[in-house]
């Protein structure tokens, strides 16, 4: 099992940028997928991005990609988030996940949640 949390989120101005941090306690992080996941309000959870066990392959959706990076620090069990050019559509609650399987970009392939962070674009 593995308990996540994460932080950085905040109120940055368009076109701003700001770095997530999910910190893994438990067993084993190295053995988790990684996922990055959003919720605004009235709107479904959606991928954001993702990274595999070995950082040697990154995800990403396609509102997010060439603004967002995902990496992870098994050595640190961390996952973080960088968000450059940001855009009032990025506001939302977001969440990292741990997945035991393959690689998804769907929540429901992912085992373990954190409590989210908040982040707001301001236009």
């Known amino acids: 099992q593995v308990q996540l949390v994460e932080s950085g989120g905040g109120l940055v101005q368009a076109g701003g940028s700001l770095r997530l941090s999910c910190a893994a306690s438990?067993?084993?992080?190295?053995?988790?997928?990684m996922g990055w996941f959003r919720q605004a309000p009235g709107k479904e959870r959606e991928f954001v991005g993702g990274i595999n066990r070995s950082s040697s392959n990154t995800f990403y959706a396609d509102s997010v990609k060439g603004r967002f990076t995902v990496s992870r620090d098994n050595a640190k069990n961390t996952v973080g988030l960088q968000m450059n050019s940001l855009e009032p559509e990025d506001t939302a609650v977001y969440y990292c996940?741990?997945?035991?399987?393959?690689?998804?970009?769907?929540?429901?392939?992912?085992?373990?949640w954190g409590q989210g962070t908040q982040v707001t674009v301001s236009s």
């Open positions: 996940a741990a997945g035991k399987g393959s690689w998804s970009a769907i929540p429901s392939g992912y085992d373990y």
């Open positions: 438990g067993r084993a992080f190295w053995g988790y997928v």
